[in-house]
């Protein structure tokens, strides 16, 4: 895993930076994106470049990395209402280009495999960009979690429901769906980004500690080609590195 840390202030532009390249290098590259406060001002970024005529990503195909369980549709929290109001409406993204987990439909197993499918129809993903919960969490695929997990139907740890008390939900789902560790693995390249000292505690352990179903993070640190961006918040408890 290649580590780059960056200053606070510069967080979001380096890591805006990292995506754009993949976009320039590969067009039509597939790639999945994360919802959660992480990547808010990277999509904003996103959004100048692609507004300014900077960047296009008008081949792009997007998949989302997970979803909530049992929101309404119209609720803004749902994590495909959140990349459409962040990212989505801003950039040249066509409409049929967007793939959405739909935790609506009687059956969400059937829907996980066609989303798994949709992913292996267009060759795979080329890069997966995920956030990191406080709990090591990658999607919603909680600790205990598998390497050989697909996408599929979770239930969500108690951290999660507690910290989903941001999103001010009038009920707290108590499951989701997410693509798994194995599909973010089979991933070409996967961008791993984390802010905030309320993350350092965690940090330490995706550095310095164990690769362990605990830490769900930790089972993507040998992919081949992963890279962690964090800034020096989330930096800050990790000794022998600086920004
Ligand atoms: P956050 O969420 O970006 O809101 O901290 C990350 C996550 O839980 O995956």
């Given at each position: 895993m290649k580590v780059n840390i960056v200053d606070d202030a510069k967080f979001d532009t380096a890591v805006a930076d990292f995506i754009a390249e993949e976009v320039r290098c590969n067009p039509s590259a597939n790639i999945c994106f994360p919802t959660g406060d992480t990547p808010k001002k990277i999509y904003r970024e996103l959004s100048l470049r692609v507004q300014s005529g900077q960047l296009s990503m008008a081949s792009v195909h997007a998949f989302g990395l997970d979803e909530w369980g049992s929101l309404p549709e119209t609720s803004k929290a749902r994590c495909s209402a959140r990349m459409y109001e962040q990212l989505y409406r801003n950039?040249?993204?066509?409409?049929?280009?967007i793939y959405c987990m739909d935790t609506l439909v009687p059956d969400v197993d059937d829907m996980c495999k066609k989303y798994e499918k949709r992913i292996a129809d267009l060759g795979g993903l080329n890069l997966a960009i995920v956030g990191v919960g406080i709990?090591?969490?990658?999607?919603?695929?909680?600790?205990?979690?598998?390497?050989?997990?697909?996408?599929r139907k979770v239930t969500l740890s108690a951290t999660t429901q507690r910290v989903a008390k941001k999103y001010q939900l009038d009920v707290i789902p108590t499951w989701g769906v997410t693509l798994g560790i194995q599909t973010l693995f089979a991933t070409e390249k996967i961008l791993i980004i984390v802010n905030g000292q309320h993350k350092a505690d965690m940090m330490t352990k995706l550095i310095n500690g164990l690769e362990t179903t605990n830490v769900p993070?930790?089972?993507?640190?040998?992919?081949p080609n992963c890279t962690l961006i964090l800034d020096s918040s989330a930096a800050s408890l990790l000794t022998g590195w600086q920004a």
């Open positions: 950039v040249d993204i066509p409409s049929e280009h709990n090591g969490h990658i999607g919603f695929n909680e600790p205990g979690s598998q390497k050989t997990d697909r996408t993070v930790t089972l993507l640190r040998n992919h």
